[in-house]
């Protein structure tokens, strides 16, 4: 098995489980996913098959979610899974405010990371040390949030904001709602989250992972999942190189540096990397 599956992952679970019900499931162990889900979460979950676990890390790092901001509510996850820290009525919020306050959130920001996260300290993750009780000290990161469109707001005591946000890799959503709430002095945090694209990957192509089984089993290619690459395609002299380890001459190469995608005939054959008239491998697939 080859290739990758656009997973929509169902609510309750982690993207380890997921994994690990895809593994017993199509009895393959090489199984990876892009880019971690929270098991309150759920939507795209970009999975990789076999060799293609090794191309994992150059699917694209743009996303796109819609989440559900609760204010007046501030938690130990910075979502709804989390403890009550505090709570406070915030009927007076108007969506005007709002908004004003969104622009802020918007291009290249600091964000810290949620307390329960997957970011590893000194080898342990995050969510382990917060569940033992200890309290790290974790820098800011700079993330990249592309736009914010305001689908829906409730009114209330605990009025709700549902958005869709498009952002960069590395961008916390639970974060960004319990900043948000922080931003308009009532606190925040997120009430439910789909993530609608990632890797290159949509939810309306997706499929549950109860469909998925060794006879029904709907691969795509690292062509069509890697989209955002140039591919080019290799001789049968060129792959012998290629297979090789070697560099291999090709003209018409994109500007140096520049990360491509490798095929011989319909087959994904690696990812190279351009330097001059040469195809430099960086990752090579036999598989």
């Not at 979460?41 to 293609?52: C, E």
């Not at 591919?231 to 491509?260: C, I, M, S």
Request: glycine share 10%; proline share 5%.
């Amino acid at each position: 098995m080859f290739g990758f599956l656009n997973l929509n992952k169902p609510p309750g679970c982690t993207s380890h489980d997921c994994i690990n019900e895809l593994r017993r499931r199509l009895r393959l162990k090489r199984i990876g996913h892009g880019g971690t889900l929270d098991p309150m979460a759920t939507g795209v979950l970009p999975i990789a098959l076999g060799a293609a676990t090794r191309l994992l890390p150059y699917l694209s790092d743009r996303k796109a979610y819609i989440g559900t901001v609760r204010f007046g509510i501030t938690t130990t996850t910075d979502d709804i899974t989390g403890n009550i820290c505090q709570e406070q009525a915030a009927s007076h919020l108007t969506l005007e405010a709002i908004e004003e306050q969104l622009r802020k959130f918007i291009g290249k920001i600091e964000q810290y990371p949620p307390a329960y996260s997957a970011i590893q300290v000194d080898g342990q993750r995050l969510y382990t040390l917060a569940r033992a009780g200890e309290v790290v000290s974790v820098p800011p990161r700079i993330v990249e949030v592309y736009s914010i469109d305001v689908l829906n707001w409730q009114a209330g005591r605990y009025p709700e904001l549902t958005l869709r946000i498009t952002c960069g890799g590395g961008t916390y959503i639970r974060a960004l709602a319990r900043d948000l709430g922080a931003a308009l002095g009532v606190g925040g945090t997120l009430a439910a989250l789909q993530r609608i694209e990632s890797g290159g990957l949509r939810i309306a192509e997706s499929h549950s992972l109860e469909s998925i089984s060794p006879e029904h089993l709907p691969l795509l290619s690292p062509q069509a999942v890697l989209r955002h690459l140039r591919w080019l395609e290799l001789n049968e002299a060129q792959l012998k190189d290629w297979y090789h380890g070697r560099a291999v001459l090709f003209e018409g190469l994109p500007a140096a540096e520049t990360l491509v995608g490798v095929t011989f005939g319909d087959t994904c054959v690696g990812v190279g990397i351009s330097g001059g008239d040469r195809l430099h491998p960086k990752v090579v697939l036999k598989e």
